[in-house]
């Protein structure tokens, strides 16, 4: 069945440094992927989404570009602000093989320090 | 201009009780989920309704039952709450089964403490 793999958390960065959260996946068809991003106390919200190979989603200074050959989609961001500080999900959803079932990955916790 | 939007946003009962969360969403969506969220963060699908017709339903116990009255709302009443029921419990929904491209617009959840 479809999967997805974060790394783990916490990842602790000082105010304006480089971000890199890792994400791979396996899918049984050809899924759109994306990254939700869960602040204290809310529910989750979509931050990017990329639906084919190559394409590279952005938001808020985030990236992240879908690698078909690797199966990834790492987010990334130049300068992280104390404001990030949050709990992110890669995800993906596959009609491929024929499941229904959005899946997610486990969570990566960000902590910025100032 | 609430999206999905979920009632109690706390919820404490003790072990035994009968209690219910509400869940709307006014996007117009077909399809609406129920989430639990553990204390380390991990999501776990419960149920999936599509145009109020249950679509998925995932190991969990039968003492969850979800409703669905119309495709704007899908209801989560949990009967003989147990200790291990404690989590955050989403809702969320979606434009339709069929559109793997739609993302997921998610409530704020419900705390649920059993003691």
């Known amino acids: 069945g479809d999967s997805v793999t974060q790394m783990e958390g916490p990842v602790t960065l000082s105010e304006e440094a480089f971000l890199t959260i890792n994400c791979t996946y396996t899918a049984t068809g050809y899924p759109s992927l994306f990254w939700y991003v869960q602040y204290p106390g809310e529910g989750l919200q979509l931050l990017l989404k990329?639906?084919?190979?190559?394409d590279k989603g952005s938001n808020k200074g985030f990236e992240a570009t879908y690698r078909k050959e690797t199966t990834s989609f790492h987010l990334e961001k130049g300068s992280v602000q104390v404001s990030d500080s949050a709990v992110y999900f890669c995800a993906l959803s596959d009609q491929g093989g024929g499941s229904y079932i959005p899946t997610f990955g486990r969570g990566t916790s960000l902590i910025v320090h100032p | 201009d609430t999206a999905v939007s979920q009632t109690p946003k706390y919820l404490v009962t003790q072990m035994g009780n009968d209690k219910s969360i509400k869940c709307e969403q006014n996007l117009g969506h077909d399809t609406m989920y129920w989430y639990k969220q553990d204390s380390k963060k991990f999501l776990k699908i419960m149920f999936s309704?599509?145009?109020?017709?249950?679509?998925i339903n995932e190991t969990v116990p039968n003492r969850f039952s979800p409703k669905s009255p119309d495709k704007a709302h899908l209801n989560l009443h949990i009967n003989s709450l147990e200790l291990g029921d404690s989590a955050v419990y989403f809702c969320?929904?979606?434009?339709?089964?069929?559109?793997?491209?739609?993302?997921?617009?998610f409530g704020n959840g419900t705390r649920l403490t059993v003691t």
């Open positions: 969320a929904s979606s434009q339709g089964l069929g559109d793997s491209n739609s993302p997921l617009h």
């Open positions: 990329a639906t084919k190979a190559d």
């Open positions: 309704y599509n145009n109020k017709e249950l679509i």
